[in-house]
């Protein structure tokens, strides 16, 4: 069964987020999978497991508590957003397994710009010269998934500094501008994608 990918250019991040909730709760076991590549305006998000005392100072920046995993983390334009609605029974695949795959297709994506990145086991999440460069944060709920991955392309990373983004102190922030990648948020989206579904097929 193809992947359906639906753009979705930029949006608020609510608006998506209960999108996301009502396809998965309507899905069947026929329901097509789908990626959803969005840019979101400016919102920290905290997942199940957020703390409020990781946001420092998030001034008129809202705040908004969702359901995914992970702690607290920040969305603005110039930042790739990749959901991903996918029946993972159907998939053959695990939590694990799934996260895994979203950081292989970030770390290929970044590959492409010759950026070397990595994953930790210890901190899920891509990292370039220990910098972090993209997140993850999922929900599991009858054998799909939802909610996704975000990859920093160009975009003001000053609301990181007022978090602890995903929960840990001092963690610096970068992206692909930094290292002189210049590409579209839109199509690096579909670029992430593409290596997303090479992965998992």
């Given at each position: 069964m193809q992947i359906k990918i639906k753009q979705l250019d930029v949006q608020s991040y609510e608006n998506v987020w209960r999108d996301m909730q009502e396809f998965?709760?309507?899905r069947t076991s026929d329901t097509q999978d789908?990626?959803?590549?969005?840019e979101h305006f400016p919102v920290f998000t905290l997942g199940l497991n957020g703390?409020?005392?990781?946001?420092?100072?998030?001034?008129?920046?809202?705040?908004m508590q969702?359901?995914?995993?992970g702690q607290v983390t920040y969305h603005g334009q110039g930042q790739a957003v990749v959901y991903v609605l996918f029946d993972l029974k159907r998939l053959n695949l695990n939590s694990q397994q799934i996260v895994s795959h979203l950081e292989n297709a970030m770390i290929q994506t970044l590959a492409d710009f010759q950026i070397s990145a990595q994953a930790r086991a210890d901190a899920r999440g891509v990292y370039v010269q220990n910098k972090k460069i993209g997140s993850i944060g999922l929900?599991?709920?009858?054998?799909g998934c939802y909610h996704g991955l975000s990859l920093n392309n160009n975009m003001d990373l000053?609301?990181?500094q007022f978090i602890n983004p995903c929960g840990y102190a001092n963690l610096e922030m970068t992206q692909l501008a930094?290292?002189?990648?210049?590409?579209?948020?839109?199509?690096?989206?579909?670029?992430?994608?593409f290596n997303l579904i090479q992965e998992i097929q």
């Amino acid at each position: 069964m193809q992947i359906k990918i639906k753009q979705l250019d930029v949006q608020s991040y609510e608006n998506v987020w209960r999108d996301m909730q009502e396809f998965t709760q309507n899905r069947t076991s026929d329901t097509q999978d789908e990626i959803w590549l969005v840019e979101h305006f400016p919102v920290f998000t905290l997942g199940l497991n957020g703390r409020r005392e990781h946001l420092l100072n998030v001034g008129d920046i809202p705040v908004m508590q969702t359901d995914r995993g992970g702690q607290v983390t920040y969305h603005g334009q110039g930042q790739a957003v990749v959901y991903v609605l996918f029946d993972l029974k159907r998939l053959n695949l695990n939590s694990q397994q799934i996260v895994s795959h979203l950081e292989n297709a970030m770390i290929q994506t970044l590959a492409d710009f010759q950026i070397s990145a990595q994953a930790r086991a210890d901190a899920r999440g891509v990292y370039v010269q220990n910098k972090k460069i993209g997140s993850i944060g999922l929900r599991i709920k009858k054998n799909g998934c939802y909610h996704g991955l975000s990859l920093n392309n160009n975009m003001d990373l000053t609301p990181f500094q007022f978090i602890n983004p995903c929960g840990y102190a001092n963690l610096e922030m970068t992206q692909l501008a930094d290292f002189g990648a210049m590409i579209d948020t839109p199509k690096l989206a579909e670029k992430i994608a593409f290596n997303l579904i090479q992965e998992i097929q």
